[in-house]
Each structure stands twice: as structure tokens, then as C-alpha cells.
């Protein structure tokens, strides 16, 4: 299989594992400053120094202390995050989060876009952005929004607005994002979804990749979204028919 391959300004950012050198790997959803449900989810897997932790992004804002989620990822050797779209917006200045020290947000201004790492035996290899990827255009013609922000790809679409790209999307790579507030994770052969709400009251959410398992630990926090704000997979078939009328994808 080809090793997903961006623009050179994406390249930069692009961060590539090699599986072999860990025991385990997760995939671990939005966390939202959530650190409390961080904690009981890493105990909960089991992590030790000879696995490999990778965030999907949007490990800060809406929560109650981005800062100690910011902490606990960048000290720790054996983790890593992409940048969500909540990070992009402080690295723009869109957004302020005054608890962060200069050296966290450095930090942040330096995480990958894109992680990704082969195959192993009969799993497509895998690539970890925060938002997804639009599947009527190559990787190489992908911007940083693109990766960071996917969702519909009804043209301004947002939540309701089908299809959603993992619905389209069939590999080569099998694509681990957040970004979209799931009520249970997306789990298709070649996208696995895993923001599962955390910081609106619902689930932090893992995958284990070596096992191919979904680990999931309750909120500690107290949180509401808008019903239609939160998506619920898998679609009934009704819903799916009425999605593929949209017009197909090259």
C-alpha cells in the first residue's frame, strides 16, 4: 500500500510511525480539557511505556482545564496529537485560552497534522486527522481545513447534511477522526469516528488498534448539545438510500 503522501506544506506536518516499535497502539478521541476522563481512560487501557497513545486533536477548549490535558500529552514520550480545529484557532489567534503558557502553545503550534503508520498483516494502514478527508480529491490537494474541518460533503453542509465523507470514503487508508460529536463511535472498514462527546456529558473513546476494539469511559463532567448536534451511527437504511441520491464521488 502507498504511504498517504500531502503537500509539501502538509508534508511538514505529517508525522509517520513505524507500529513495530510499540507494544500497542491507540487512537483516543476529542478530549476537550477534560483531564479527569483522560486519566480514568488511560488507567482503564492499561498504558505503559512501551505503547504509543495518538490524540485525534481538540485536546483543549469547552472543557474545564485544557491546561493539565496540554501537560499530560506533552510530557508524555509515548503519546501524540494532530491539531484539531480548537488548536488552529488559538495558533491563529482566532481564539485565547489565558491558562496556556507560551512553551504550551509552542507545543501546540508544533503538533502534526496528519499521523500515520503501515499496515500490519490484513489491516489497511492507518491515518489519523482531526476532522477526515474528502474523497473526490487526492491527499496531495488537501488543505490544513480540509483535514481539520471535514464533515458533509454537501457544499456549506454541516450536521444533517448528508453524506458525510466517511460515507464515501473507501481507503486505501483507514481514516481515525473527531471533530463530529458522535453518540457511539463510526466504525466502517475504512473510518473510524471517535468523538464521542466527552465534554457535553458523554463518553471518552478509544480504539485499540492491535485488538480492533473500542474503549470507552464515562464523562466527569456535566455537558448538553443540541440533539442535532450529535450524530447516531450506524444509519438506517431509509437514511443511507436517501444519501446516495446526492450525487456520486470520484
Known sequence: MT???FAPEIE??????????????????????CPDALDRLL??????????????????RKGPDSRSVVERVRNAPNAVSVRGNNEEKLIRGEKRLPGLSDDQLAWIEGCPVA???????????????????????????????DLQNARSLVPGGSYGDRPYWWERYDGPHRVFFGHTVLARPVDR???????TG???GGDLTAYDWYADAFVSVPA???GDRADEKVLR????????????GVGPTR
Not at 472498514?189 to 468523538?195: E, I, T
Request: charged share 30%.
Open 220 to 222: 466527569a463532567v456535566d
Open 189 to 195: 472498514p475504512f473510518a473510524v469516528g471517535l468523538d
Open 233 to 244: 451511527p450506524p444509519f438506517s437504511d431509509a437514511e443511507s438510500a436517501r444519501a446516495e
Open 115 to 145: 499521523v500515520s503508520w503501515p499496515g500490519v498483516d490484513d489491516r489497511p494502514g492507518a491515518l489519523v486527522v482531526h476532522g477526515g478527508v474528502d474523497p473526490r480529491k487526492p491527499l496531495a490537494e488537501h488543505s490544513v481545513d
Open 198 to 200: 466527552c465534554v457535553y
Open 3 to 5: 504511504a498517504p503522501r
Open 12 to 33: 511538514s506536518f505529517h508525522r509517520r510511525i513505524d507500529p513495530d516499535d510499540w507494544q500497542r497502539i491507540y487512537v483516543v478521541g476529542d478530549v476537550h480539557g
Open 43 to 60: 488507567d482503564e487501557l492499561g498504558v505503559t511505556d512501551d505503547d504509543l497513545v495518538v490524540f485525534v486533536g481538540d485536546l483543549v
